[in-house]
């Protein structure tokens, strides 16, 4: 696909603004990437780079160009996938956006399985705040989004939604440890191991508290659930965990997972889909199908 080549390298010289930087990438020269570029540039009539002493930036020509390089760039991995997929290959590189609630164990298992399977498909996963993973689908950056508490849903072409209990995570000699189930109220009286806002969790925790008329203060805020997790060991701290990133074997870090009653406030949902109105690559939409089966039957 030799005249894909030029596009890649324009994409990558945009995506780094630095000439240098992005010929280091591609594995050429700098000089000869340059070369490349003004090639294309007298060959399409126009400039498509502003040229600063910092790097270089996309001009509105620019723009448009990349809009397009995007969308061929996906095109080809599609068709490439369904070519593979026709004759038995079954072979794909498959863009995933998650949030941090998927990636700890839920995704690297199904990932790992999945490579098994088919080892000819390449991951990469890309980790994102609330609300941006959904909007990395609309330029086709990823291709699918796996995301717990989802914001832009206009775009959002939702396959599978499924609810997830809360947990409150303790040492296991914590004095609620015997508890077979806990309301956020009797939280408040130790150290609160807090995600930060607007991490998901931290949505619904805010959302429990606010409806039994109580504020949440938090010893620690962080956007590491290991680490939160961690810091409830050997401690009278208490961290929060989603049944989907619950460590299988909380024993090995002497801690203990009680449920944690709702009271009412709607459970967060794990979403898992594509941009709308999108047609997936063969590869990406096989192991959407696998993500929104593994989901089904675990949560549902």
């Given at each position: 696909m030799r005249h894909q080549q030029i596009l890649k390298f324009i994409a990558k010289v945009a995506q780094t603004g630095s000439l240098r930087s992005a010929a280091e990438e591609l594995g050429i020269t700098a000089s000869a990437l340059n070369r490349r570029i003004l090639a294309f540039e007298e060959?399409?009539?126009?400039?498509?780079?502003?040229?600063?002493?910092?790097?270089?930036?996309?001009?509105?020509?620019?723009?448009?160009l990349l809009e397009h390089i995007r969308n061929q760039l996906a095109d080809?991995?599609?068709?490439?996938?369904?070519?593979?997929?026709?004759?038995?290959?079954?072979?794909?590189?498959?863009?995933?956006?998650?949030?941090r609630e998927v990636v700890q164990y839920f995704l690297p298992d199904l990932?790992?399985?999945?490579?098994?399977?088919?080892?000819a498909v390449t991951f990469a996963v890309n980790l994102y705040e609330r609300g941006e993973?959904?909007?990395?689908?609309?330029?086709?950056t990823n291709d699918i989004a796996i995301v717990f508490e989802p914001l832009?849903?206009?775009e959002f072409?939702?396959?599978?939604?499924?609810?997830?209990?809360?947990?409150?995570?303790?040492?296991?000699?914590?004095?609620?440890?015997?508890?077979?189930?806990?309301?956020?109220?009797?939280?408040i009286d130790f150290p609160l191991l807090l995600p930060k806002r607007p991490e998901g969790i931290r949505n619904v925790l805010d959302a429990l508290a606010g409806k039994v008329g109580i504020t949440l203060e938090a010893a620690v805020e962080s956007n590491s659930l290991d680490l939160l997790r961690l810091m409830s060991q050997d401690s009278?701290?208490?961290?929060?965990?989603?049944?989907?990133?619950?460590?299988?074997?909380?024993?090995?870090?002497?801690?203990?997972?009680?449920?944690?009653?709702?009271?009412?406030?709607p459970p967060g949902t794990v979403d898992a889909g594509y941009l709308r109105g999108r047609t997936l690559p063969v590869a990406a939409a096989r192991f959407l199908e696998s993500v929104n089966k593994e989901l089904s039957e675990r949560f549902e």
């Amino acid at each position: 696909m030799r005249h894909q080549q030029i596009l890649k390298f324009i994409a990558k010289v945009a995506q780094t603004g630095s000439l240098r930087s992005a010929a280091e990438e591609l594995g050429i020269t700098a000089s000869a990437l340059n070369r490349r570029i003004l090639a294309f540039e007298e060959e399409l009539g126009v400039e498509i780079f502003e040229r600063h002493p910092s790097g270089l930036r996309p001009n509105i020509a620019g723009e448009v160009l990349l809009e397009h390089i995007r969308n061929q760039l996906a095109d080809m991995e599609r068709v490439k996938s369904r070519i593979a997929d026709l004759s038995g290959m079954r072979a794909g590189h498959i863009n995933i956006a998650a949030t941090r609630e998927v990636v700890q164990y839920f995704l690297p298992d199904l990932i790992r399985r999945h490579i098994a399977e088919f080892p000819a498909v390449t991951f990469a996963v890309n980790l994102y705040e609330r609300g941006e993973a959904e909007a990395s689908l609309l330029d086709n950056t990823n291709d699918i989004a796996i995301v717990f508490e989802p914001l832009r849903l206009k775009e959002f072409q939702v396959v599978c939604a499924v609810s997830q209990p809360m947990y409150c995570v303790m040492s296991q000699d914590h004095p609620l440890a015997g508890r077979k189930r806990l309301k956020i109220y009797e939280c408040i009286d130790f150290p609160l191991l807090l995600p930060k806002r607007p991490e998901g969790i931290r949505n619904v925790l805010d959302a429990l508290a606010g409806k039994v008329g109580i504020t949440l203060e938090a010893a620690v805020e962080s956007n590491s659930l290991d680490l939160l997790r961690l810091m409830s060991q050997d401690s009278d701290a208490l961290s929060f965990s989603l049944a989907i990133n619950l460590r299988p074997a909380l024993e090995r870090d002497r801690l203990i997972a009680v449920p944690l009653d709702l009271k009412g406030v709607p459970p967060g949902t794990v979403d898992a889909g594509y941009l709308r109105g999108r047609t997936l690559p063969v590869a990406a939409a096989r192991f959407l199908e696998s993500v929104n089966k593994e989901l089904s039957e675990r949560f549902e």
